[in-house]
């Protein structure tokens, strides 16, 4: 594959379109550009040792972001609740046991949008609901917590089960290996 074509690959629209219809995944974007301009910001004043209209723009984009990304999540509950129910998160070949870890990762999930959604009105409107949105996105973080713990546990399952299966396979590729030098030999046919 040329230079171009390689580049031309990253710039896939129609991947990316698939990727970010669905608003888990879409958030993940939102948070790299988010936290990456954020951090960005941070770094230039750092290195400038005072704040620029640049690095302040950065962090005012990031701070944005940050806000819109609330809203942008208000569907993520939906989302939660049809991958607990219908096991979308899962993949084809996940264990029974990793099944029912996602399944609850899914279920952290649905307790942390709608903590993450009251926050939200907490921080924007704090006297339409009267509640202590910091106090409130702290429990949202400790459900959202659980899930990266479950999902951490997850995939390292899957990778346990990757790697068996791996190894798995070259045994039988050595066995093979093996069974075509004693048909070699067994017929007198030389393996060099």
């Not at 209209?53 to 944005?64: D, H, L, P, Q, R």
Request: glycine residues 6%; aromatic residues 12%; proline residues 1%.
């Amino acid at each position: 594959m040329a230079d171009a074509d390689k580049s031309l690959a990253l710039l896939d629209v129609d991947k990316f379109a698939r990727y970010s219809s669905s608003t888990f995944r879409a958030d993940k974007f939102y948070k790299t550009i988010g936290y990456g301009l954020g951090a960005m910001g941070h770094l230039m004043a750092h290195a400038t040792q005072q704040e620029t209209e640049t690095s302040k723009g950065f962090k005012a984009i990031a701070s944005n972001i940050s806000m819109a990304r609330y809203v942008i999540r208000f569907t993520g509950g939906l989302e939660s609740y049809a991958a607990w129910k219908n096991g979308s998160w899962c993949y084809g070949d996940d264990s029974d046991h990793v099944k029912r870890i996602v399944s609850l990762q899914a279920l952290s999930m649905l307790v942390y949008y709608p903590l993450e959604h009251t926050s939200y009105v907490g921080f924007v409107a704090p006297k339409l609901l009267n509640v202590d949105a910091m106090q409130i996105s702290r429990l949202s973080c400790r459900a959202w917590g659980v899930y990266i713990l479950l999902d951490v546990y997850a995939n390292a399952l899957r990778i346990r089960a990757l790697t068996a299966k791996e190894k798995q396979i070259k045994e039988q590729k050595d066995l093979s290996g093996e069974e075509v030098i004693a048909a070699f030999t067994v017929y007198g046919l030389d393996w060099n």
